[in-house]
């Protein structure tokens, strides 16, 4: 992912800058020489995700801190599973604990919850899709997160891909040229998608050129009546996504009409961290 290791930092720095302020003023109970060894263990079962946050945090206040992993990224980790020892100053890796852990256990719980949704629809054409509907500053270490979980990033942001909306197509004035507009601005490679509520609008969408379609909070039976008269009129050439109000318990019957992606805001934005726990020696 472009500029990850720089966005890592830039997260780090800003999380470590607001839990330590001025100073760890607790941390002053331990001799500044002092030496302890810690392991983090995992509470409950997960998708791993996060070790380049966690690891940042303990570093950049203590570069000589030691950390042997146990399991990676994308790593499946049960209850009681030891992740990992680390070893350094004491100071700085109680004054660092708080925050590796509130990134470890976000970003697996980010994994954890997009691994439910792709297991959920193994065996159809469809992929789980991630959303711009993140945390705030944590964009691209939620979307990371999605990948490591087995889900497809969508755009980044609003500067590296096209999507036509309601209020733009409104805007616009109207479905064909909210397209033809796009069409004439989109720099080379970035796609242009744009978002239909109805079996008419995607009509209309595709008579106007549309190679990339966001069916918004269609039914299942509107689904798959989009699937057929896209398949009838362009063949395999048109990428059709579903959205809206998807859950874990009705993604599967989403991905069996036939649709080529589905794209879930709840794996970034309604999630329950999972529970870490680091014990020092």
């Known amino acids: 992912m472009k500029d990850l290791h720089d966005e890592i930092y830039r997260n780090v720095l800003q999380a470590l800058a607001e839990d330590i302020g001025a100073g760890d003023l607790t941390v002053s109970l331990i001799p500044s020489d002092k030496t302890l060894s ?15 946050w966690f690891e940042a945090c303990f570093l950049t206040l203590a570069p000589d801190i030691t950390m042997d992993w146990f399991a990676k990224d ?15 100053n004491a100071r700085a890796l109680l004054t660092a604990e708080r925050s590796a852990l509130n990134f470890l256990q976000l970003l697996s719980a980010v994994a954890t919850q997009t691994k439910r949704y792709v297991d959920a629809i193994v065996g159809t054409r469809a992929v789980i899709v991630d959303t711009r509907k993140t945390l705030p500053g944590l964009r691209m270490a ?22 036509i909306k309601e209020n733009h197509i409104i805007a616009a004035g109207g479905i064909k040229s909210a397209l033809t507009k796009a069409q004439e601005i989109a720099p080379p490679n970035v796609f242009i998608q744009i978002e239909v509520e109805s079996l008419q609008e995607l009509q209309e969408a595709l008579i106007a050129g549309a190679r990339m379609i966001l069916l918004d909070n269609f039914t299942l039976d509107q689904l798959s009546d989009a699937v057929v008269l896209l398949r009838q009129q362009t063949g395999e050439q048109v990428i059709l996504e579903a959205s809206g109000n998807v859950s874990l318990q009705t993604v599967r019957q989403v991905a069996e009409t036939g649709v080529d992606r589905i794209s879930v805001g709840g ?3 309604n999630i329950q961290a999972i529970d870490l726990s680091m014990r020092f020696v």
Request: net charge positive.
């Open 38 to 52: 810690a392991s983090v263990i995992c509470r409950e079962d997960a998708v791993l995700c996060g070790l380049q």
């Open 74 to 88: 994308g790593d499946f980790i049960q209850t009681g599973q030891k992740l990992c020892e680390i070893k350094g």
């Open 142 to 163: 939620q979307k990371y997160a999605v990948t490591c979980g087995g889900g497809v990033n969508h755009r980044l942001g609003l500067y590296d891909g096209i999507l």
């Open 267 to 269: 794996l970034t934005k």
